[in-house]
C-alpha cells in the first residue's frame, strides 16, 4: 500500500485522502463569518472583565480579540492538512472565548478530505465536548455579557444600561446552547459525509469514464491487430500461392533449358520435332511465368492498397468470387496446379453450392489452396489426392494427401530451384498450415495434419454448414502434428 509523507500524526495512506475540491468562494465565505462569530462571543466575554481586577484575564481578552482576526486564515490550508487544521482550531476554541463554528468548518473539512473511520471518530469525540463547552461558556455568563443572553432579551431592554430582561428561563437558554451546539457537530458530520460522498463519486465516474476510454482504445487495438492478422493471412494465401507456382514451372523451364542445352546438334538435325516440342515446352513455361508474375503483382499491390486504406480493408478481405468455394474458383485452382506440373487426383461431390455460408467458402477455398501449395513445396514431383466434400448434411470436407518426399529423390540436377531446399516434408514450420487451422477453428472447424506409418502427409478439415454464434473450441491447438489414419 503507498503511503503519504509522514505528517500528521499518523501515517495516512493513499486511500484515506478524498480528493475534494476547494473552492475558492466557499473560503472566501468560510473565513469572514468564523472571525465574526468569534469576535462576538469574545467581545461578549470580554466585557465582564475591567482594568481593575488586577490580574491577566484582561490582557488575555484582548489577546484572544486579536487572535480571532488571525485563526480563521488557517482555514485555507484545510485541503492538504485538514487534521491540524482542526486540531489547531479545536485548541483554539477551548483556550479562548470562541464560538465553536471555526472549529466546526475545520471538522467538516476533516471529514470530508480523510476517509480513516478512527480518525474521524476521533476528531468527532473530541469536536463535542468543546462545542458544548464553548456555548455552556457563553450562556453560563451573567445577562449582558452573554451572546445566547442577548438572543433571549426582551427587546429595548438591552440599551438601557440595566440588566436585561429575560424571556426565558436560564435552563431554556442552557437547554438551548447544548442543543445548539450539539446540532452544529451533526450537522458539521453530515455536511462532511455529503462532500466526502460526491468526491468518492466523481472519482468512481472519472475512473469509470478512464477505464471505458482505455477499453475503447484496447478494442482499438484489438481491431487493428485483427485487420493486420487478417491482411497478413490474406497475403500469405495469395503470394504463397503464386509464388510457389512461378517457383514450380522456373523450375520446370530451367530443366527443360538445361535439356535442350545438352543436346547435340548432330542430333537435333534428325528430330526437328522433337526439338520444336521442348522449345514450345519452354515457351509455354516462360509464358505461364509471365502470367503468374504479374497475377502476384497485382495480389501484392492489392495488399499494399489494404495496407494503405485500413478502412476499406474489411471489404477488400470480404469473400469475393476469386476466393470463395465456388465451381469456377476451384476448377481454376485445379488447373494453376496441373498446369504447375503437380500430379493432381481429384475426388469432388459438391452440392447445393449456392446455399453454403460466404465465410466457411473463403475459409474452405484458403484451405484448399494452401494445402496444394503446401504439396506442391515440399512433395515435388509426387502425386497430389484431393476430395472435397461439400453438402448441408456433412458440411464441407476437406482432404489432400501426398507422399513425402526429399531432394534426395530427386534428380539434384533435374529439379534443383523447387527441391534443393525440401529434404523433407517437415523440414521447417511454417505460418500457412498453422494459420489455416486457425481459421477454421474460428469458424467452429476442426483442422488436423500430419504424417502416418506409410510416410503419407494428410491435412484434413471438417467445416460446419452455417457460421455457429459461439465457434467451438477443437482439441487439437494449432500448429500441432496428428496421425491421420488412411
Known sequence: MPRLPHRWPLSITADDVVPVRT????????IPLAMMMCLVQVAYAASAFTNEDGDLTNPWMILGVLLALVWPFVLQKRSKHPEPVFWICALATLVFPYDPLLMLMALCSLIARRSDTRRT????VVATPIAVWAQLRDALQPAGTSFWH????????TDTGQTPVMLVEESTIVTTAIVIALLGVGGAILIGLHIRSRARLNEADARTEAARHHAAHLQDDLANQQLADAIAAEAHDTLAHSLSLIALNASALQVEAARLAQTDLHEAGTNVDDMRRRAQTVALKADEIRRQSAGALDEAHAIID?????QQAWEQLAPSDETALTRESLDALIQDTRRAGTSLNTWIDIHQLGDLDETIGKVAYRAIQESLTNACRHAVGAPVCLEVTVNPQQGVHVHVSNPITGSESHDASAMPAASSNDTAHNARTGAGLPGVAARVRSVGGECRYGSDAQQIFHVDV???WHTPDNPATPSMPAGSTATVPV
Open 23 to 30: 473552492r475558492l468562494w466557499c473560503t472566501v465565505v468560510m
Open 121 to 124: 471518530l476521533r476528531a468527532i
Open 150 to 157: 442577548e438572543v433571549f432579551a426582551k427587546p429595548g431592554t
Open 306 to 310: 489494404m495496407l494503405r486504406h485500413p
Open 462 to 464: 471438417v467445416l460446419p
